[in-house]
């Protein structure tokens, strides 16, 4: 059931709301992200700005003009808060620094794009 939720989901569930921390986060919720040590509203925060990163993909708009060195870390520390064994087999195995080493060259025109 975990799995089908959205991001919007988790967004909303860190969010605000009257007696949250003791009703939901304190005894809960806060066991989802057992690697963080924050803040909820920082999470919420962190979370939500991974959640709108990804809609801009999702519709297509640009996003060459993004920090995405810093998107990318973002998106490991919020998996590692979850995760720290997926976390761990991105940081090995994810193509995208390599991607982003190429960035410029592709934005210079020096290197073609490859798909």
Known sequence: MV???????W???TGRGQNYEMQFWNPALRHA?????????ALQ????HVRRFRNRIG???????????????TLLRLLDYVSPEKASLHRQFSQIPDVLARKPLVLAGAEPIRL
């Open 11 to 13: 967004v909303g569930l």
């Open 59 to 73: 519709h297509h708009e640009r996003v060459c003009h993004r920090h995405l060195e810093k998107d990318y870390e």
């Open 45 to 48: 925060q962190q979370l939500d």
């Open 33 to 41: 992200f057992h690697g963080y040590r924050g803040r909820r509203g």
């Open 3 to 9: 799995a089908k939720l959205t991001l919007g989901f």
